[in-house]
């Protein structure tokens, strides 16, 4: 009978409820993601759209700045070899004749719409926002119109437009710099007209870039971008110089709340996702966000470099590349990006069978088992081929990078390796069907056959799992 409860306390966390006709993850709930990083090398400003034919459409700023490009593909991982088709060029001269940055791609009321920003050729500095439009089924193959530049009340350097509805109005959100105000941007949040390239009533000013995080180097808010979830509107921005200073911070507000007030949002107080040297991902920004195939799972698109160190200034830099992780949900709601994750296959966490509010984490180098872990990075594990071979997986730790889960006198620590012989076997598991439930996973030892990674008062350790309550213990979620 508690076997049969825990599977049912497992099916309802993994529930998926809607909010706005989108898939909602609940608390973190939702099976694993399984990607390798980077997604396209030379690809800045990511924007992927998952549309209703199946195909998600990727578009992101070239390091030419020259043209607008965009790739089609069933799958996430499909758009890292999925062919390029260039859907629109720079003007010779005059007005969209320079800096072609940050493409997003929408669909609007049966057309397709491309957001971008753009300069003069001779003025590359005057950035004004610009969409174009097709009625083709097939963006990489239909023609593009011109639609023009999206006025606002400013005539002032602007860019990274991007669009979402909500409670069935849809605004447009943007970053500008706004005269009177001592910054490079601020965002800008205002319902759109009749068409989706104009704007119409109110502008309301959401932040400004204040705080020492967002003012390195210049004094920057932009690349927003929406994520509607369990009650409310999570805005995410980039913040600072686009080096490794570079990083997001997040705006909320309640889904109840009137959008237009800028009462309604609240500034987190900290960047909610930067550069980690541990996992040498530097200066990560401009995200977009969209959901797994299997529409479970937000996954937030994103740019960063693998070093530090760049010669002159970071926009002639063409290194940024596009990456991808899963979004995770703290008990309360709220998301919780973590670190960039290493390049390579995305890590997972595990989920407590016996317990499916706690996950396997790191304390001290400790494997212990328990709920609302923080940081996030102490409970993401990176599956690898194992170190022992053999048709067996290891376990590496995402926050730091070498060191694995390994058993040592029947309990599991996180240990970098050493490379012997005995590390290498006390870190390698067969990966099985869960024990306690096929759909689930179980580790078994692999140089201590018939015992299993299983959860102990809290910690984890290594042990056999004869009877009932022994493979629940031994069984864990992927998520």
């Not at 309604?264 to 959901?291: D, R």
């Not at 890590?347 to 996950?359: G, I, Q, T």
């Not at 997986?393 to 730091?400: A, D, P, Q, R």
Request: with cysteine.
């Amino acid at each position: 009978m508690k076997t049969v409860l825990l599977r049912l306390a497992v099916l309802v966390l993994a529930t998926v409820t809607c909010v706005a006709g989108m898939p909602v993850p609940q608390a973190g709930a939702a099976p694993a993601v399984r990607y390798t990083n980077p997604i396209a090398e030379r690809r800045a400003d990511p924007h992927v759209f998952k549309h209703t034919d199946g195909f998600y459409y990727f578009t992101a700023t070239v390091p030419e700045y020259d043209r607008i490009v965009l790739r089609r593909a069933s799958t996430i991982q499909g758009l890292a070899s999925a062919a390029e088709t260039v859907i629109w060029r720079k003007h010779s001269s005059g007005e969209m004749a320079a800096h072609i940055w940050a493409p997003e791609i929408h669909f609007i009321n049966g057309k397709w719409y491309v957001y971008f920003a753009a300069g003069r050729s001779d003025d590359i500095w005057r950035i004004r926002m610009y969409v174009l439009e097709s009625s083709s089924a097939n963006p990489l193959t239909g023609s593009w119109t011109e639609r023009g530049r999206i006025t606002t009340p400013w005539d002032t350097f602007s860019l990274d437009a991007s669009t979402f509805v909500h409670n069935g109005v849809r605004y447009l959100t943007w970053a500008q710099q706004e005269p009177g105000i001592s910054t490079n941007s601020n965002l800008y949040l205002a319902r759109m007209g009749t068409s989706p390239w104009t704007i119409t009533g109110a502008v309301t000013r959401l932040t400004v870039p204040t705080l020492a995080w967002e003012t390195r180097g210049y004094k920057v808010a932009e690349g927003p971008s929406v994520l509607q979830r369990n009650g409310r509107i999570f805005l995410t921005y980039s913040a600072s110089a686009t080096d490794a200073n570079y990083c997001l911070g997040l705006l909320t507000a309640s889904a109840s709340a009137d959008l237009l007030n800028p009462a309604s949002w609240s500034k987190s107080p900290n960047p909610v996702f930067a550069t980690n040297e541990a996992t040498g991902q530097y200066g990560p920004g401009h995200n977009s966000f969209t959901v797994s195939e299997d529409g479970a799972s937000d996954v937030m698109v994103y740019h960063d470099r693998n070093y530090r160190d760049i010669s002159g200034d970071p926009l002639n830099d063409p290194n940024r590349r596009t990456r991808v992780q899963k979004v995770y949900y703290r008990a309360d709601g709220t998301p919780d990006f973590g670190i960039p994750v290493p390049d390579g296959a995305t890590p997972v966490r595990l989920r407590s069978y016996a317990a499916p509010d706690r996950f396997v984490r790191h304390w001290e180098y400790r494997a212990r088992v328990e709920a609302n872990v923080a940081p996030l990075a102490d409970s993401q594990f990176k599956l690898v081929t194992g170190l022992a071979g053999s048709g067996s997986v290891s376990l590496e730790s995402t926050n730091f990078p070498g060191y694995y889960l390994r058993h040592r006198n029947n309990e599991l620590w996180v240990e970098r390796g050493d490379g012997s012989a005995l590390f290498r076997n006390d870190a390698s598991f067969s990966q099985r069907a869960g024990l306690a439930a096929g759909s689930a996973v179980s580790f078994e030892s692999v140089n201590f056959p018939g015992r299993y990674l299983r959860t102990t008062s809290g910690l984890l350790t290594l042990q056999t799992a004869t009877d009932a309550q022994g493979r629940t213990d031994a069984t864990f979620v992927l998520e």
